[in-house]
């Protein structure tokens, strides 16, 4: 995608976060791979920016329901929030904003019907 297509944030398969090798890892076989459980592949897919609220509730069941998806949303955040970027520069790396405009903090808006952030692990657990 281009400049022009996006915001230019960055897609980020979170399978390249993961300790064990997946097939998307390379195609030789040396033999001192870890051995890959079944539930590590609980996150294939996930691409960010998340761009739908759709794909936001599938990333927060697997969160929910994968502690090895946990994990590794938990890894993403720390390599993607430094000390020298915003919370709301790595918010951008990982939600597009066509999908965050559903949603506040709270989701109390006078105006508009907004789902909350603050029931989401993604957005409470995961970062502490």
Not at 93 to 106: E, S
């Amino acid at each position: 995608m281009s400049e022009e297509e996006g915001d230019g944030a960055e897609t980020i398969p979170l399978s390249d976060l993961s300790p064990f090798r997946t097939d998307d890892d390379g195609d030789a076989d040396d033999g001192d791979d870890v051995a890959e459980p079944p539930a590590a592949r609980c996150l294939e897919g996930v691409r960010f920016p998340i761009e739908t609220v759709e794909q936001l509730d599938q990333l927060e069941r697997l969160v929910q329901t994968c502690e090895i998806a946990r994990d590794r949303y938990i890894r993403l955040l720390r390599r993607l929030k430094t000390p020298n970027t915003s919370l709301s520069e790595t918010y951008q790396q990982l939600f597009a904003d066509r999908l965050l405009i559903h949603y506040n903090y709270d989701g109390i808006s006078p105006k508009y019907n907004k789902r909350p952030l603050k029931t989401l692990l993604l957005f409470t657990d995961c970062m502490a």
